[in-house]
């Protein structure tokens, strides 16, 4: 795997004696990895191609969803559902256990989402998500209806009892990733168009507070600020420049994972959550690294 260390902690996390795999090629936009801790399976997504994809060892590739609503971003939540950010849906929707799909939200104060981007569950069952407007305009993944109703781009809430969706963050300029700290008391949120990782402090009652700059992104290959997951030391992964980019908890780059092409999103899997999956625009990649993720229920 080529690597770039940045510090001398880096070689705690990344090796360049680690395989870097190729599990999948031919995406279009890939995104969305998910690993299913019961079954083994790692999800992902191809946007432009509208496919909910899965993947296993020994058992190959296969469809899930086809077409998807350009779906994007992916998570399970405490019942072990897939729950899914559905940019051109325009919704955030998530599969019952039966192969239902269910609605969870489409608008916030009767006005339609821009395009879900992200989303993660919290341990309390809340729903969080990112919305931006890139649905509404990149060609290729471009929703029906492209009228745009809400002038914000941020980050939504859904609460655990599932009724009321909250604007938690308003003013962000392109919100794209994000993930909670291991205690879940900091949620990062990055920023694509400036090229920058917030963080904010989580109060009990679902809102944040105390919002400020953790990180700035650099370089100058291809990838942006885009998926992001955080390990068991709090250390924050983030699509970037050259691959993905390692932050410590200070906001301190430890070093860069780089892979061919442009880095789009992330996923830790595995039985000892040590195994990152890294999609990019047209392949899924797997590596291990030296400390594990924080796993998804």
């Known amino acids: 795997m ?15 004696d680690a395989p870097l795999d190729l599990i999948a090629h031919g995406l279009q936009f890939g995104e969305g990895p998910v690993w ?5 399976w790692l999800y992902w997504v191809d946007i432009i191609g509208s496919t909910i994809w899965r993947w296993k060892a020994g058992a190959g590739r296969e469809v899930v969803m086809k077409p998807s609503g350009h779906a994007n971003g992916m998570t399970f939540d405490r019942e072990g559902r897939l729950t899914v950010a559905g940019w051109c849906n325009r919704t955030v929707f998530r599969f019952e256990h039966d192969g239902s799909l269910t609605t969870m939200a489409s ?6 989402f821009n395009s879900p981007n992200d989303i993660v569950v919290r341990s309390d069952r809340s729903v969080w998500w990112t919305d931006s407007a890139g649905g509404l305009g990149i060609p290729g993944m471009v929703a029906e209806d492209v009228q745009r109703y809400l002038d914000v781009q941020g980050v939504y809430r859904l609460a655990p009892d599932g009724r ?6 308003p003013d962000i300029s392109y919100p794209n990733g994000l993930a909670f700290s291991p205690d879940e008391s900091l949620l990062y949120v990055n ?14 009652d679902g809102s944040v507070a105390n919002g400020r700059v953790f990180h700035r992104m650099t370089g100058s290959e ?22 993905v980019h390692v932050i410590d908890t200070s906001g301190r780059l430890l070093g860069r994972i780089r892979i061919p092409g442009h880095a789009t999103n992330m996923a830790w899997g595995g039985d ?26």
């Open 36 to 40: 299913d801790r019961r079954s083994g």
């Open 107 to 112: 608008t916030y104060e009767g006005r339609k």
């Open 272 to 297: 000892d959550w040590q195994t990152l999956y890294i999609t990019s625009y047209s392949s899924l990649y797997r590596t291990r690294l030296g400390i594990p993720g924080v796993a998804v229920w």
């Open 191 to 204: 920023d694509t168009r400036e090229a920058l990782i917030n963080v904010y402090d989580v109060r009990a």
């Open 222 to 243: 291809p990838g942006v600020a885009d998926g992001m997951k955080v390990d068991s030391r709090g250390n924050v992964y983030c699509t970037g420049p050259g691959g």
């Open 164 to 169: 009321e969706v909250q604007l938690v963050i």
């Open 2 to 16: 080529d690597i770039d260390a940045r510090t001398p902690e880096f070689a705690a996390i990344a090796s360049a």
